[in-house]
């Protein structure tokens, strides 16, 4: 900005000193004009450039070295939007998580600004889920076919995804780009668990029971069905823009291409059925082999869009 002034101050003492014996002229005040334009232009624009872009109250709008930063997903926002004018079917959109689909859930996000240019981040998901389905079905006792009890489902599913990953920045103006990479580390469980209203006995070797889709293999009833517990580990590189709508306040899109590999691991299944030899209830435990899978793709080409503050 100085060296902005000075030449300024001695393009003016020049031009003066040639002029002072002369008319002023039209055409010398015309220049004169456009020099003090030229002079303004690279006042202002050198000045710019030194200054930190500040809102109207002085605040400093684009984060700086030491901020933190707390993100949230917005697609749970915008899939409950999309319900609340179609009141019961789900929003097809929003109806998956679309930061992290190879590898799972992901919801609150956290960032630490290591410069202006520079940040670790961290993304966690914690998404647990319990259901109980009850049915009602006719008691096997009684005589009267009115009498009901009831057979239950209990569904257990959680996902959990812990990321953490680097992230690196361009951008002067309100408007700033990022990329980068994460390393994912993923687990996700399912379960489910059965109780039946009638019981098996040496008269009712077939009790009347709900079917609630796969529980039932002839004579025999689903007790445990051990699910699957899954353990993945990925990598992922990112992309995305900010728009800072306030100071320290921005709106983003991110999109991502990963590679994850996936182990599930051996489960039980336990089913019960009336042995008639010894006349008693019976256990039959079996077991599932582990699985490995390795999955690679770009993520959410619907679009990821979250919200950021930083502080």
């Not at 605040?59 to 070295?65: A, N, R, T, V």
């Not at 780009?177 to 039946?196: E, K, M, P, T, V």
């Not at 590189?237 to 320290?248: D, I, M, N």
Request: aromatic share 14%; charged share 15%; with cysteine.
């Amino acid at each position: 900005m100085v060296y902005g002034l000075l030449l300024c101050f001695l393009l003016l003492s020049l031009n003066l000193g040639n002029k002072i014996t002369q008319t002023i002229k039209k055409t010398y005040v015309m220049k004169k004009v456009l020099l003090l334009v030229v002079c303004s232009f690279l006042f202002f624009g050198v000045n710019a450039q030194d200054e930190p872009l500040i809102g109207q109250k002085g605040q400093l709008i684009l984060p700086e070295s030491g901020d933190i930063g707390l993100g949230v997903n917005m697609i749970p926002f915008f899939n409950w939007f999309g319900n609340s004018f179609n009141n019961s079917t789900n929003n097809t959109y929003a109806s998956t998580n679309k930061f992290f689909n190879v590898f799972g859930n992901s919801v609150i996000m956290g960032k630490y600004m290591l410069s202006e240019k520079t940040a670790v981040r961290a993304h966690f998901g914690f998404n647990l889920t319990s259901t109980t389905q009850n049915e009602y079905i006719r008691d096997d006792a009684s005589n009267n076919p009115m009498d009901m009890v009831f057979d239950s489902r209990k569904t257990d599913v959680g996902h959990y995804t812990l990321a953490l990953g680097y992230e690196m920045r361009r951008g002067k103006g309100r408007i700033q780009g990022y990329y980068g990479a994460d390393l994912i580390f993923r687990l996700q469980q399912l379960s489910n668990a059965y109780s039946y209203g009638n019981g098996y006995s040496t008269t009712n070797v077939v009790p009347s029971s709900t079917n609630f889709g796969s529980n039932l293999n002839g004579l025999d009833r689903m007790l445990v069905d051990g699910g699957n517990t899954t353990f993945g580990v990925g990598v992922r590189g990112f992309v995305g823009v900010e728009y800072f709508v306030a100071p320290k306040l921005s709106l983003g899109v991110e999109f991502g291409w990963g590679l994850a590999l996936n182990s599930t691991f051996e489960s039980t299944s336990s089913s019960e059925y009336f042995d008639v030899t010894t006349g008693e209830v019976g256990i039959k435990n079996e077991m599932e082999g582990s699985v490995t899978t390795f999955s690679a793709g770009v993520d959410n080409m619907n679009g990821a869009v979250f919200m950021n503050f930083y502080f």
